[in-house]
Every structure is written in C-alpha cells, then in structure tokens.
C-alpha cells in the first residue's frame, strides 16, 4: 500500500461526509501495520458537540475490528488556503496508539506533506504515563 493510494481512499471516503452545518468535508483513509485500510469521514449532529471528526471515524472502526497497530493516517480536507491539518482531540486519539505513526496531509495524490505523530503533538501525554 503506497502513500498515493491511501490518499486516494481518503478523497473517496471523504464523499460520504455528512456536514449539513459545515459544508466542511474531510476523509481520511488509516493504514494497519498488516496492510488492513479503515476509512473515515466526519459525521455531524444538529446538536454539534457530538460530531466526529473524519481521522476518529477512521480509528474507531479500526479499533472496533480488533486493529489497533497502526502505520500511516492520510487526511484530506475541504480547507481552502491550505492543507487540512487534524485537530488537537484528533491528535490526541492517534496518540493513543503510537507516536511514530505517519500522518499524510493531502490536497491530492500528488499534492501533500509527511509527519509523524510526535511531529504534530510533541511532548504529549499517553498511556505510559499512567
Ligand atoms: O481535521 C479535521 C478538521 C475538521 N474536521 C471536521 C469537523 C467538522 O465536521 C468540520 C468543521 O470543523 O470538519 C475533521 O473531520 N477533521
Ligand atoms: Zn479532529
């Protein structure tokens, strides 16, 4: 599985978005350590403190498999300026499950930046420290 295709099942699943409040959509596509993909995209509520994110989608699913090594998250966003960067709660959530996971920031399959965790939440707090 190449960063390319990963990004492309990131733009896919970013189609399913439901943003009636928004309009904002975002897909993201996460890859496992065994070569599993789960893909997410953000889901809102009229309620709005309910919405997931499209990176938390992606990782619940993958969790609720039994999947919880993970290599690379590709994001792919609605932002217009720039790249879409995942949130703080977001970053948070990845961290769970490892600092070295590679996190792909895309505007296309040609167009995007490689990070690792650590690079987006340094010094961060996780599960070694409880
Ligand atoms: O990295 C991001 C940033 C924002 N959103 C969603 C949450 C909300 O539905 C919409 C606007 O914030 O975009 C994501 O899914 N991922
Ligand atoms: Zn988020």
Do not use: H, W
């Not at 890859?31 to 992606?58: D, H, M, Q, W």
């Not at 720039?82 to 769970?96: A, N, S």
Request: aromatic fraction near 10%; charged fraction near 30%.
């Amino acid at each position: 599985m190449d960063i390319k295709s990963l990004i492309k099942q990131a733009i896919k699943a970013k189609k399913n978005a439901y943003v009636p409040y928004s309009n904002f959509k975002v897909g993201a596509a996460l890859l496992t350590k065994s070569g599993n993909v789960y893909t997410g995209c953000n889901i809102e509520s009229a309620s709005f403190t309910p919405t997931n994110c499209a990176e938390r989608t992606a990782i619940f699913k993958a969790v609720s498999e039994g999947e919880r090594d993970f290599k690379a998250i590709a994001i792919v966003g609605d932002s217009k300026k720039d790249y879409t960067y995942p949130c703080g709660v977001c970053r948070q959530v990845i961290r769970e499950f490892g600092k070295n996971i590679k996190v792909i920031i895309a505007k296309s399959e040609d167009d995007y930046k490689e990070y690792t965790l650590e690079d987006l939440l340094p010094n961060s707090f996780g599960p070694d420290d409880l």
